[in-house]
């Protein structure tokens, strides 16, 4: 089993920035791909972007892509996504999640996901 916990979350203005974090505990994700993903009200749970388990690849949405960053330490079992350049759309709740197939495609499917976090609130301001 693996618990995951969110922070970061917050109101920021439209081109502000924030950090969020996602610590795991349980078991280690040295080797597991983890992604984040986001749900606005009234919306599905989209793909925001994710990263191989040696942090080596990266795979983002297009709408992202250029503005976020996924990093992931694996000495301290946490994983990062920074956001810059934000703007009202992206507000939405974000969750991480990890996923330990064997496969190194960082995945984009929220159902081949086995765990996931209870997600930290984001609201862009305009």
């Known amino acids: 089993q693996v618990q995951l916990v969110e922070s970061g979350g917050g109101l920021v203005q439209a081109g502000g920035s924030l950090r969020l974090s996602c610590a795991a505990s349980?078991?280690?994700?040295?080797?597991?791909?983890m992604g984040w993903f986001r749900q606005a009200p009234g919306k599905e749970r989209d793909f925001v972007g994710g990263i191989s388990w040696s942090g080596v690849i990266t795979r983002y949405a297009d709408s992202v892509q250029g503005r976020f960053t996924i990093s992931k330490d694996n000495a301290k079992n946490t994983v990062y996504l920074n956001m810059g350049n934000l703007k009202p759309d992206d507000t939405a709740v974000y969750y991480c999640?990890?996923?330990?197939?064997?496969?190194?495609?960082?995945?984009?499917?929220?159902?081949?996901?086995?765990?996931w976090g209870q997600g930290t609130q984001v609201i862009v301001s305009s």
């Open positions: 999640a990890a996923e330990f197939s064997p496969t190194s495609a960082v995945r984009s499917d929220a159902g081949d996901y086995d765990y």
């Open positions: 349980g078991r280690t994700i040295s080797m597991s791909k």
